[in-house]
Protein backbone atom coordinates (compact mmCIF):
# COMPACT_ATOMS: atom_id res chain seq x y z
CA UNK A 1 0.00 0.00 0.00
CA UNK A 2 1.11 3.86 -1.01
CA UNK A 3 2.08 5.87 1.92
CA UNK A 4 0.01 8.83 2.56
CA UNK A 5 1.71 12.15 2.14
CA UNK A 6 0.26 15.69 2.71
CA UNK A 7 1.62 18.43 0.59
CA UNK A 8 0.81 22.24 1.69
CA UNK A 9 2.17 23.78 -1.10
CA UNK A 10 2.06 27.74 -0.47
CA UNK A 11 2.92 29.68 -3.77
CA UNK A 12 2.03 32.84 -6.30
CA UNK A 13 1.50 32.44 -9.71
CA UNK A 14 3.72 35.09 -10.68
CA UNK A 15 6.57 33.10 -9.20
CA UNK A 16 8.82 31.68 -11.44
CA UNK A 17 10.67 29.75 -8.88
CA UNK A 18 6.93 28.05 -7.94
CA UNK A 19 6.15 27.23 -11.21
CA UNK A 20 9.93 25.45 -11.19
CA UNK A 21 9.18 23.88 -7.60
CA UNK A 22 5.56 22.60 -8.80
CA UNK A 23 6.77 20.75 -12.05
CA UNK A 24 10.27 19.24 -10.55
CA UNK A 25 7.45 18.30 -7.74
CA UNK A 26 5.33 16.68 -9.84
CA UNK A 27 8.21 14.77 -11.59
CA UNK A 28 9.24 13.23 -8.35
CA UNK A 29 5.87 12.22 -7.24
CA UNK A 30 6.14 10.36 -10.75
CA UNK A 31 8.94 8.85 -10.16
CA UNK A 32 7.44 7.50 -6.72
CA UNK A 33 4.34 5.95 -8.22
CA UNK A 34 3.44 3.00 -6.27
CA UNK A 35 5.43 4.57 -2.79
CA UNK A 36 3.23 7.59 -2.21
CA UNK A 37 -0.46 8.63 -2.14
CA UNK A 38 -0.35 12.55 -2.42
CA UNK A 39 -2.70 15.35 -1.96
CA UNK A 40 -1.41 18.72 -2.66
CA UNK A 41 -3.25 21.56 -1.08
CA UNK A 42 -2.34 24.85 -2.23
CA UNK A 43 -2.19 27.90 -0.15
CA UNK A 44 -1.98 31.38 -1.75
CA UNK A 45 0.89 33.79 -1.24
CA UNK A 46 0.74 37.46 -2.87
CA UNK A 47 3.78 38.92 -4.30
CA UNK A 48 3.12 42.38 -5.17
CA UNK A 49 -0.20 42.92 -2.91
CA UNK A 50 -0.09 46.45 -3.42
CA UNK A 51 0.08 46.44 -6.83
CA UNK A 52 -2.71 48.44 -9.40
CA UNK A 53 -5.15 46.54 -11.32
CA UNK A 54 -3.16 47.96 -14.84
CA UNK A 55 -0.04 45.84 -13.43
CA UNK A 56 3.90 46.55 -14.22
CA UNK A 57 6.43 45.80 -16.43
CA UNK A 58 8.52 42.95 -14.71
CA UNK A 59 11.81 44.58 -15.90
CA UNK A 60 11.84 48.12 -14.26
CA UNK A 61 9.84 46.17 -11.49
CA UNK A 62 12.76 43.55 -10.72
CA UNK A 63 15.49 46.63 -11.20
CA UNK A 64 13.55 48.63 -8.37
CA UNK A 65 13.08 45.98 -5.96
CA UNK A 66 16.27 44.24 -6.14
CA UNK A 67 18.32 46.66 -7.35
CA UNK A 68 19.93 45.10 -9.66
CA UNK A 69 20.50 46.18 -13.44
CA UNK A 70 18.62 44.85 -16.57
CA UNK A 71 21.74 42.82 -17.41
CA UNK A 72 21.52 40.59 -14.38
CA UNK A 73 17.35 40.27 -14.33
CA UNK A 74 18.58 38.61 -18.24
CA UNK A 75 21.05 36.52 -16.84
CA UNK A 76 18.48 35.51 -14.11
CA UNK A 77 15.93 35.03 -16.78
CA UNK A 78 18.00 33.19 -18.98
CA UNK A 79 18.41 30.61 -15.62
CA UNK A 80 14.89 30.23 -15.17
CA UNK A 81 14.09 29.73 -18.39
CA UNK A 82 17.08 26.83 -18.88
CA UNK A 83 15.26 25.20 -15.92
CA UNK A 84 11.98 24.96 -16.59
CA UNK A 85 12.68 23.56 -20.33
CA UNK A 86 14.81 20.89 -18.24
CA UNK A 87 11.39 20.44 -16.50
CA UNK A 88 9.22 20.27 -19.58
CA UNK A 89 7.74 23.84 -19.05
CA UNK A 90 8.55 26.75 -21.55
CA UNK A 91 9.51 30.87 -20.02
CA UNK A 92 8.76 32.98 -22.16
CA UNK A 93 10.08 36.29 -20.93
CA UNK A 94 9.09 39.53 -23.01
CA UNK A 95 10.05 43.25 -22.61
CA UNK A 96 6.56 43.69 -22.13
CA UNK A 97 5.82 41.51 -19.52
CA UNK A 98 4.13 42.81 -16.76
CA UNK A 99 3.58 41.86 -12.80
CA UNK A 100 -0.05 41.95 -11.84
CA UNK A 101 -2.17 41.80 -8.93
CA UNK A 102 -3.04 38.26 -8.17
CA UNK A 103 -5.94 38.61 -5.25
CA UNK A 104 -8.78 37.16 -7.83
CA UNK A 105 -6.58 34.48 -8.84
CA UNK A 106 -6.32 33.02 -5.42
CA UNK A 107 -9.46 33.61 -4.37
CA UNK A 108 -10.43 31.35 -7.82
CA UNK A 109 -7.79 28.62 -6.85
CA UNK A 110 -9.25 28.51 -3.13
CA UNK A 111 -12.96 27.58 -4.66
CA UNK A 112 -11.28 25.29 -7.22
CA UNK A 113 -9.64 23.61 -4.10
CA UNK A 114 -13.39 23.59 -2.42
CA UNK A 115 -14.92 21.41 -5.77
CA UNK A 116 -11.78 19.12 -6.46
CA UNK A 117 -8.29 18.79 -5.73
CA UNK A 118 -7.82 17.49 -8.86
CA UNK A 119 -8.64 20.66 -11.01
CA UNK A 120 -7.16 23.00 -8.62
CA UNK A 121 -3.52 21.16 -9.59
CA UNK A 122 -5.21 21.54 -13.18
CA UNK A 123 -6.20 25.00 -12.92
CA UNK A 124 -3.09 26.06 -11.13
CA UNK A 125 -0.85 24.41 -14.03
CA UNK A 126 -2.96 26.10 -15.97
CA UNK A 127 -1.94 29.48 -14.71
CA UNK A 128 1.69 29.29 -14.66
CA UNK A 129 1.30 28.24 -18.48
CA UNK A 130 -1.16 31.26 -19.37
CA UNK A 131 0.98 33.33 -17.05
CA UNK A 132 4.89 32.71 -17.92
CA UNK A 133 4.26 30.30 -21.83
CA UNK A 134 1.90 33.42 -23.19
CA UNK A 135 2.12 36.43 -21.35
CA UNK A 136 -1.22 36.65 -20.29
CA UNK A 137 -2.91 38.18 -17.29
CA UNK A 138 -3.78 35.71 -14.56
CA UNK A 139 -5.95 38.01 -12.96
CA UNK A 140 -8.40 38.83 -15.91
CA UNK A 141 -11.65 37.75 -15.45
CA UNK A 142 -12.15 35.98 -18.87
CA UNK A 143 -8.99 33.85 -18.55
CA UNK A 144 -9.91 32.28 -15.17
CA UNK A 145 -13.57 31.75 -16.23
CA UNK A 146 -11.82 29.92 -19.37
CA UNK A 147 -9.33 28.14 -17.95
CA UNK A 148 -11.69 27.17 -15.10
CA UNK A 149 -13.97 25.47 -17.85
CA UNK A 150 -11.08 23.90 -20.06
CA UNK A 151 -10.03 21.79 -16.74
CA UNK A 152 -13.52 20.77 -16.13
CA UNK A 153 -14.69 23.32 -13.39
CA UNK A 154 -17.84 25.33 -14.38
CA UNK A 155 -17.05 28.54 -15.94
CA UNK A 156 -20.18 30.30 -15.03
CA UNK A 157 -19.66 29.58 -11.51
CA UNK A 158 -16.17 30.71 -11.80
CA UNK A 159 -17.14 34.41 -13.24
CA UNK A 160 -19.45 34.32 -10.18
CA UNK A 161 -17.25 34.08 -7.82
CA UNK A 162 -14.65 36.55 -9.27
CA UNK A 163 -17.85 39.33 -9.68
CA UNK A 164 -18.36 39.02 -5.51
CA UNK A 165 -16.17 38.52 -3.03
CA UNK A 166 -16.48 35.17 -1.57
CA UNK A 167 -13.53 33.95 -0.78
CA UNK A 168 -11.51 36.84 0.06
CA UNK A 169 -11.77 36.09 4.03
CA UNK A 170 -10.53 32.70 3.30
CA UNK A 171 -7.32 33.55 1.54
CA UNK A 172 -6.51 36.70 3.76
CA UNK A 173 -6.67 34.66 6.47
CA UNK A 174 -4.45 31.73 4.92
CA UNK A 175 -2.18 34.87 3.62
CA UNK A 176 -1.83 35.40 7.38
CA UNK A 177 -1.59 32.32 8.41
CA UNK A 178 1.22 30.80 6.51
CA UNK A 179 3.37 34.47 7.42
CA UNK A 180 2.48 33.44 10.90
CA UNK A 181 4.16 30.27 10.38
CA UNK A 182 7.11 31.82 9.03
CA UNK A 183 7.00 31.58 5.45
CA UNK A 184 8.03 34.93 3.63
CA UNK A 185 9.01 33.93 0.06
CA UNK A 186 7.84 31.14 -1.97
CA UNK A 187 7.63 28.66 -3.23
CA UNK A 188 7.20 27.07 0.76
CA UNK A 189 6.29 23.18 1.03
CA UNK A 190 5.71 21.67 3.74
CA UNK A 191 5.49 17.58 3.90
CA UNK A 192 3.45 15.97 6.45
CA UNK A 193 2.83 18.89 8.22
CA UNK A 194 6.41 19.03 9.71
CA UNK A 195 9.23 19.09 6.93
CA UNK A 196 9.84 22.61 5.23
CA UNK A 197 11.41 22.57 1.71
CA UNK A 198 11.85 26.33 0.29
CA UNK A 199 12.59 26.78 -3.33
CA UNK A 200 12.44 25.53 -6.40
CA UNK A 201 14.49 22.51 -5.52
CA UNK A 202 15.35 19.50 -7.83
CA UNK A 203 13.50 16.42 -8.48
CA UNK A 204 15.88 14.41 -7.15
CA UNK A 205 15.87 16.66 -3.72
CA UNK A 206 12.13 16.46 -3.83
CA UNK A 207 12.56 12.43 -4.50
CA UNK A 208 15.11 12.37 -1.55
CA UNK A 209 13.05 14.38 0.79
CA UNK A 210 10.09 12.00 0.28
CA UNK A 211 11.83 8.96 0.37
CA UNK A 212 13.49 9.99 3.94
CA UNK A 213 10.08 10.75 5.28
CA UNK A 214 8.76 7.48 4.36
CA UNK A 215 11.90 5.85 6.06
CA UNK A 216 10.98 8.24 9.45
CA UNK A 217 8.01 6.50 9.30
CA UNK A 218 8.22 3.36 8.65
Known amino acids: MPAKLRIDFVSDVMCPWCAIGLHSLLLALEQLNGEVEAEIHFHPFELTPDMPAEGER??????????????????????????????????????????????NTHRLLHWAGEQNRDKQLALKLALFDAYFSHNLNPSDRALLCDLAGQVGLDAGEAGRVYDTDLYAEEVRSEEALWQQRGVSSVPAIVFNERYLVSGGQPVETFVQVIRDLLAQSS
Open 58 to 103: VIPYLCNKYGISEAQVAQNQAQITERGADLGFKFDFRSDSRKWNTF
